[in-house]
């Protein structure tokens, strides 16, 4: 009869953890292929970045503090969109937050469905880059997308400084 118990304990403690293990088995995979992605692009474009950082599996970002430029690399599905910024050609670096007002009853407030960081130009003719850091039509949750955006323009606004002295 205890021997029913353990089995049964055993099998139930293996349904708990077996979903977990391949929640992190798949994180874990789509970090290392990110960042394989963001290695290869730092090769190809001959940059060295000390500090990358990297989030919800699809994007990555860093900065050349050498050559001054910013590399930013999204996944999406089987396609690399990959964006090297020199980053003395910028004049100004922004914050958009996209928000979509709700409300329930007498009750309002606002969700964030994307945040972006645009980069202007200095040369007005060139088009500015807007690299999206969330995107509520690709994952419903804020994950700290706010704090790492916050980050990276003190980051780029350091290096735009450095490029006007």
């Known amino acids: 009869?205890?021997?029913?118990?353990?089995?049964?304990?055993?099998?139930?403690?293996?349904?708990?953890?077996?979903?977990?293990?391949?929640?992190?088995?798949?994180?874990?995979?789509?970090?290392?292929?990110?960042?394989?992605?963001?290695?290869?692009?730092?090769?190809?474009?001959?940059?060295?970045?000390?500090?990358?950082?990297?989030?919800?599996?699809?994007?990555?970002?860093?900065?050349?503090?050498?050559?001054?430029?910013?590399?930013?690399?999204?996944?999406?599905?089987?396609?690399?969109?990959?964006y090297v910024v020199d980053l003395s050609q910028i004049d100004k670096c922004s914050i958009q937050k996209k928000t979509k007002a709700l409300s329930s009853g007498k009750d309002s407030f606002h969700t964030i469905e994307a945040l972006n960081l645009v980069l202007t130009r200095k040369n007005v003719e060139k088009q500015n880059d807007m690299l999206e850091f969330y995107n509520v039509n690709e994952d419903r949750q804020l994950k700290g997308e706010e704090q790492i955006i916050e980050k990276w323009k003190k980051t780029i606004d350091v290096h735009i400084q450095k490029g006007k002295r």
């Open 1 to 82: 009869m205890e021997s029913y118990s353990l089995i049964i304990g055993l099998v139930l403690i293996l349904l708990c953890f077996i979903p977990i293990w391949f929640f992190h088995r798949n994180q874990t995979k789509g970090l290392r292929k990110l960042s394989k992605v963001f290695k290869q692009s730092l090769a190809n474009n001959n940059l060295t970045v000390n500090q990358p950082e990297f989030w919800n599996n699809s994007y990555g970002i860093g900065v050349d503090d050498s050559q001054s430029k910013l590399i930013y690399i999204k996944l999406e599905n089987d396609i690399t969109r990959e």
